[in-house]
């Protein structure tokens, strides 16, 4: 048997109801030569019950927390020559894989497309006015600033999700926003500019929601891109200072809360980059 264009992997815990909306959006894509990989981050739900769909594939593993190392999970058990993310409370729109895949195919020297997103929270539309962004080619210096790629949104190359070494493991908030840094730091990226993505809020747990401000992990998130050598070398000033620059913001609120050993640390970091690339 050949194995399937596309490999769809939805990470997820404890989000069933949630988790067979999302399910029943890719079976009712347009495009069907797919396989559909759930990775069970230890739900104590039904979220099990799936392992008896046919169409599913059903990957079970120890609880770890870590949306990055869930997502990897499903990569290594894909097969597809493309990858598809879709989180366990975001929906697709019908036509999205039939849209975005003969574009990809189309330039072989992109490795990932994305889509504009329409945002939830319960049944009211969250506005993006003022959501200017670079969303097509070399997107990095507005990448840096936020993440400006939705997981849900991205068909990508399989081959260069591996190159790259997947999602980083240890971040669990702003894993993607790291992993895109990485990417569009060496690569273009195409755009669909359709909402073909829905992505959805509410009631129920998100790590977003869970540690509200997110910014301290992207601050993280780019000193590990800067002290492990993960960006090629004229990348590197401009995210330096993007460093310096989100540091300073988010340090007069850090201070106001008394973190005050948590912002030296970050500074004494910095001070060795500084060094360093001096």
């Not at 399910?23 to 981050?41: F, G, H, K, N, P």
């Not at 849209?99 to 506005?127: F, M, N």
């Given at each position: 048997?050949?194995?399937?264009?596309?490999?769809?992997i939805?990470p997820?815990?404890?989000?069933?109801?949630?988790?067979?909306?999302?399910?029943?959006?890719?079976?009712?894509?347009?495009?069907?030569?797919?396989?559909?990989?759930?990775?069970?981050?230890?739900?104590?739900?039904?979220?099990?019950?799936?392992?008896?769909?046919?169409?599913?594939?059903?990957?079970?593993?120890?609880?770890?927390?870590?949306?990055g190392?869930?997502?990897?999970?499903?990569?290594?058990?894909?097969?597809?020559?493309?990858?598809?993310?879709?989180?366990s409370?975001?929906?697709?729109?019908?036509?999205?894989l039939?849209?975005?895949i003969?574009?990809?195919?189309?330039?072989?020297?992109?490795?990932?497309?994305?889509?504009?997103?329409?945002?939830?929270?319960?049944v009211?539309?969250?506005?993006?006015?003022?959501?200017?962004?670079?969303?097509?080619?070399?997107v990095?210096?507005?990448?840096?600033w936020?993440?400006?790629i939705?997981?849900?949104?991205?068909?990508?190359?399989?081959?260069?999700?591996?190159?790259?070494?997947?999602?980083?493991?240890?971040?669990?908030?702003a894993?993607?926003?790291?992993?895109?840094?990485?990417?569009?730091?060496r690569?273009?990226?195409?755009?669909?500019?359709?909402?073909?993505?829905?992505k959805?809020?509410?009631?129920?747990?998100?790590?977003?929601?869970?540690?509200?401000?997110?910014?301290?992990?992207?601050?993280?998130?780019?000193?590990?891109?800067?002290?492990?050598?993960?960006?090629?070398?004229?990348?590197?000033?401009?995210?330096?200072?993007?460093?310096e620059?989100?540091?300073?913001?988010?340090?007069?609120?850090?201070?106001?809360?008394?973190?005050?050993?948590e912002?030296?640390?970050?500074?004494?970091?910095?001070?060795r980059l500084?060094?360093?690339s001096?």
């Amino acid at each position: 048997m050949n194995p399937p264009k596309v490999s769809i992997i939805i990470p997820t815990n404890n989000r069933y109801p949630l988790l067979l909306e999302a399910i029943e959006s890719v079976r009712a894509q347009s495009y069907t030569d797919y396989e559909l990989i759930v990775v069970d981050d230890a739900s104590e739900d039904e979220t099990f019950l799936v392992k008896n769909e046919a169409d599913i594939r059903y990957l079970p593993i120890p609880r770890c927390g870590m949306p990055g190392a869930v997502r990897n999970r499903g990569v290594e058990a894909a097969r597809g020559e493309f990858l598809a993310f879709l989180d366990s409370d975001d929906l697709w729109q019908p036509e999205k894989l039939s849209r975005q895949i003969p574009l990809l195919d189309a330039q072989p020297d992109v490795p990932l497309i994305h889509t504009r997103e329409l945002w939830r929270r319960g049944v009211k539309t969250v506005s993006q006015k003022g959501q200017k962004h670079a969303r097509t080619g070399d997107v990095f210096a507005d990448a840096l600033w936020k993440c400006t790629i939705g997981p849900s949104t991205v068909l990508m190359r399989t081959s260069v999700f591996k190159e790259l070494g997947g999602f980083d493991e240890s971040l669990e908030v702003a894993e993607d926003y790291e992993f895109w840094l990485r990417l569009t730091s060496r690569y273009p990226v195409a755009y669909i500019d359709e909402v073909l993505t829905i992505k959805r809020a509410g009631d129920w747990e998100q790590l977003s929601e869970k540690h509200g401000q997110i910014e301290e992990f992207r601050i993280e998130a780019l000193f590990r891109l800067l002290e492990q050598e993960r960006l090629p070398q004229d990348r590197r000033p401009e995210s330096l200072s993007m460093l310096e620059r989100k540091l300073r913001i988010w340090s007069v609120g850090a201070i106001k809360r008394g973190r005050n050993e948590e912002v030296r640390g970050f500074y004494d970091r910095l001070e060795r980059l500084e060094h360093f690339s001096s």
